[in-house]
């Protein structure tokens, strides 16, 4: 009897180191990953920043992963939709989001209480893709060239100038939020279902200003059909080197950068947030990933998860603070 109790004893020790060493290899990602295809879920549109940044990196990650990258469109509801689609699925590493300033950033959570996911507690972030300032414009009719001849005008005549965005949560709203409570400013919002439908709106004078990307404008700048204002960051754009910034005109709250990054379901291993980063950081340094970037008027980043943590969380409060400022509904 006491050797059939030490062998019993035996086996269960045995079988609860195997199973600790199956818990471990589980928690830390498993050593295979990936062994499948990975869905890189865009929550906007086919043809939107975050879908170029998603088909142009899907190459080169494949590459470095030795694995599909599968682009899945998800549009809705400003990004909710396909944000929410990586919130709820299995934090394995197999469906990862290319998350923005709206959807994770802090631009939807703090104008939309009943959003169906949270920004810090359902995510993981891996790596920021790139940034871009915004470019304020007005149409070539409205007499306006300036922010200052803006800020005159729109206290002349409160509540008569107009603004433009791609939707209540997009950066193009905002961004002129921003420049109205640094210069005070009554003017009203016109929210459009996309960003180019703001511009066409400022193109044909049905509203006073816009904020659209760098690349959207360019070409209707160039035309003539648009005035360029202001850039949004901090230091002007090679796309718009003689347009001055938002600071430099004096509204120095109005600064904006659009970006997109990688994030994956809260609770995926450490190993393979990694791994993940580790290959997006290296197809950014891809020629051809660098210059779509560029073209977007977009610069590449690139940090380590750690870093890219502390990114969004500053990026979160900024922003539920510009809404509790701004009053913004």
């Known amino acids: 009897m006491k050797s059939i109790s030490k062998l019993v004893l035996k086996a269960l020790t045995g079988a609860l180191f195997l199973g600790a060493l199956g818990s471990t290899a589980f928690a830390d990602g498993a050593s295979d990953y990936p062994s499948r295809p990975i869905r890189l879920i865009v929550p906007q549109s086919p043809g939107s920043v975050a879908d170029i940044m998603a088909r142009v990196l899907s190459k080169p990650l494949g590459e470095s992963l030795n694995q599909a990258i599968v682009v899945e ?10 944000a929410q689609v990586v919130a709820r699925a299995p934090a394995d590493g197999y469906t990862i989001l290319v998350g923005s300033i709206s959807t994770n950033g802090g631009l939807l959570s ?10 810090l507690r359902d995510f993981v972030p891996i790596t920021q893709i790139n940034d871009a300032p915004l470019l304020i414009i007005t149409g070539v009719d409205s007499g306006i060239t300036s922010l200052a001849d803006l800020a005159k005008r729109a206290k002349a005549h409160p509540g008569d100038l107009t ?6 949560s997009s950066g193009s709203r905002f961004v002129i939020e921003l420049l109205r409570l640094d210069g005070h400013l009554n003017m009203l919002h016109v929210p459009y279902r996309a960003p180019a439908e703001a511009v066409r709106a400022v193109v044909a004078g049905e509203t006073t200003l816009g904020a659209p990307a760098l690349p959207g404008a360019l070409a209707l700048v160039n035309a003539g059909k648009l005035k360029a204002l202001a850039v949004t960051g901090t230091e002007r754009a090679q796309m718009f080197p003689d347009v001055p910034t938002t600071g430099e005109q004096g509204f120095p709250s109005a600064v904006l950068y659009n970006w ?33 970037i560029r073209e977007s008027g977009a610069n590449a980043i690139g940090q380590s998860p750690a870093d890219f943590q502390k990114f969004v969380e500053a990026e979160v409060r900024k922003w539920h603070k510009a809404v509790r400022d701004t009053g913004i509904q």
Do not use: H
């Open 163 to 168: 603004y433009a965005s791609g939707g209540n």
């Open 73 to 82: 469109n998800r549009p809705g509801a400003s990004g909710a939709v396909g």
């Open 110 to 119: 703090a104008i939309d209480p009943a959003l169906p996911y949270d920004d």
């Open 260 to 292: 997109t990054g990688l994030f994956a379901p809260a609770g995926t291993p450490d190993s393979v947030v990694q791994k993940l980063a580790d290959a997006t950081r290296l197809a950014l340094r891809d020629e051809a990933v660098i210059q779509v």
